[in-house]
């Protein structure tokens, strides 16, 4: 088509981003129940960490969800920085005080800082950078395919 840019020339972005705000809103409850089933049949390190990854994780669909243009990179990025401001702010004692009183206050800033928390909390956003970067991949590749389809008809 005239006037029509290539696939490989789009923008990083999602065409429609209603479709990419669904994916997120669809994996964030997921993502929650993933956590709290892990809290619920696992314990130790397993538990604990496994948990950070999908904080940030959660985080990251949050992030996408608001902001479905975001890139991939800027999304990973944003949730890790907020997970380690939350992990920071605990050398406060402020999240500690707040979980005393509260068992929401106590899942989302948890109460003690813990360095290998920071480790995690990156596993976490390389994971939900992997998921969106390939899922809009594979939406931009059936772009793609959709544009050479038609060039051929």
């Known amino acids: 088509m005239p006037g029509r840019r290539p696939a490989e020339r789009l923008p990083p972005g999602p065409r429609h981003p209603g479709r990419t705000r669904l994916l997120a809103a669809v994996a964030a409850p997921v993502i929650v129940l993933a956590g709290l089933g892990l809290r619920a049949v696992a314990t130790g390190d397993l538990a604990k960490y496994g948990g950070d990854a999908l904080y940030t994780l959660l985080l990251l669909a949050l992030v996408v969800l608001a902001a479905p243009r975001t890139t991939p990179w800027k999304a990973a990025t944003i949730a890790l920085a907020v997970s380690w401001a939350v992990e920071f ?3 406060t004692g402020v999240p500690a005080e707040l979980s005393r009183h509260s068992v929401a206050a106590r899942l989302v800033l948890g109460s003690t800082f813990n ?11 390389a994971a939900g950078w992997l998921a969106v970067a390939g899922h809009r991949r594979e939406h931009r590749r059936g772009r793609a395919m959709t544009t050479r389809c038609r060039r051929h008809d």
């Open 89 to 91: 702010s605990q050398l």
């Open 115 to 125: 360095a290998p928390d920071l480790f995690w909390y990156v596993v976490g956003a």
